[in-house]
């Protein structure tokens, strides 16, 4: 299938599961579930057809790992990043001792300042590795790698989370559990 059609596909499933799932009349279910025959008829209701291959290759290939199907493959959801009010029904896990954000430089002062909040997502997000951290600061213009100190926060008494994509979670990071890594 050609890739521009699943970054397409990616991003019209992002956006209805997500952030407006009553746009095309679905409601999520707790965890964030959709039934994939709702969504597939949703999609093809709002001039947005998209098949079975279609939606499984979405969910098998792409490289964030965005979607996730239930272990009987009838329901999908959004691992994580959600502005709508869904519980994902997470369970509290023990993050490793460091963790990475990356974010636009010209963000890095006000985030030093006050820390990082989850603004109109659910969460915080997370990396494991500095890697990904830098492609996402790149997406908001010159990288900046924050490093976290996960262990600390959690034995402070913070709870993390860790979505079906390794992505962590926590409400907020302090500005005491940041430090610059690097500037790209």
Request: hydrophobic share 40%.
């Given at each position: 299938?050609?890739q521009?059609?699943l ?6 499933l992002?956006?209805?599961?997500r952030h407006?799932p009553?746009r095309?009349g679905l ?8 039934n994939?025959?709702?969504l597939?008829?949703a999609?093809?209701a709002h ?13 098998a290939?792409?490289?964030?790992q965005?979607?996730?199907?239930d272990?009987?493959?009838t329901r999908?959801?959004a691992n994580q990043?959600?502005?709508v009010d869904?519980?994902?029904e ?9 963790l990475?954000?990356?974010?636009g ?5 006000a985030i030093?300042?006050?820390g ?8 915080v997000?997370l ?9 996402v ?13 996960a262990t600390a926060?959690q034995?402070?008494?913070?709870t993390f989370y860790c979505?079906d ?8 990071v302090?500005?005491?559990y940041?430090k610059?890594l690097?500037?790209e």
């Amino acid at each position: 299938m050609e890739q521009s059609r699943l970054v397409r596909i990616s991003k019209y499933l992002s956006k209805h599961l997500r952030h407006a799932p009553e746009r095309i009349g679905l409601t999520l279910a707790i965890g964030g579930w959709v039934n994939v025959d709702d969504l597939l008829s949703a999609c093809a209701a709002h001039q947005f057809p998209i098949t079975r291959a279609e939606l499984e290759e979405v969910v098998a290939t792409s490289d964030k790992q965005r979607f996730s199907f239930d272990e009987t493959r009838t329901r999908i959801r959004a691992n994580q990043g959600h502005s709508v009010d869904v519980d994902l029904e997470l369970q509290p896990q023990i993050p490793p001792d460091v963790l990475y954000h990356g974010t636009g430089e010209q963000s890095v002062p006000a985030i030093l300042q006050s820390g990082l909040h989850m603004m109109s997502r659910h969460h915080v997000h997370l990396s494991k590795d500095v890697e990904t951290a830098r492609k996402v600061g790149m997406r908001h213009g010159r990288p900046v790698i924050l490093a976290i100190a996960a262990t600390a926060m959690q034995q402070a008494g913070f709870t993390f989370y860790c979505s079906d994509n390794g992505v962590w979670l926590v409400d907020q990071v302090p500005s005491q559990y940041l430090k610059i890594l690097s500037p790209e």
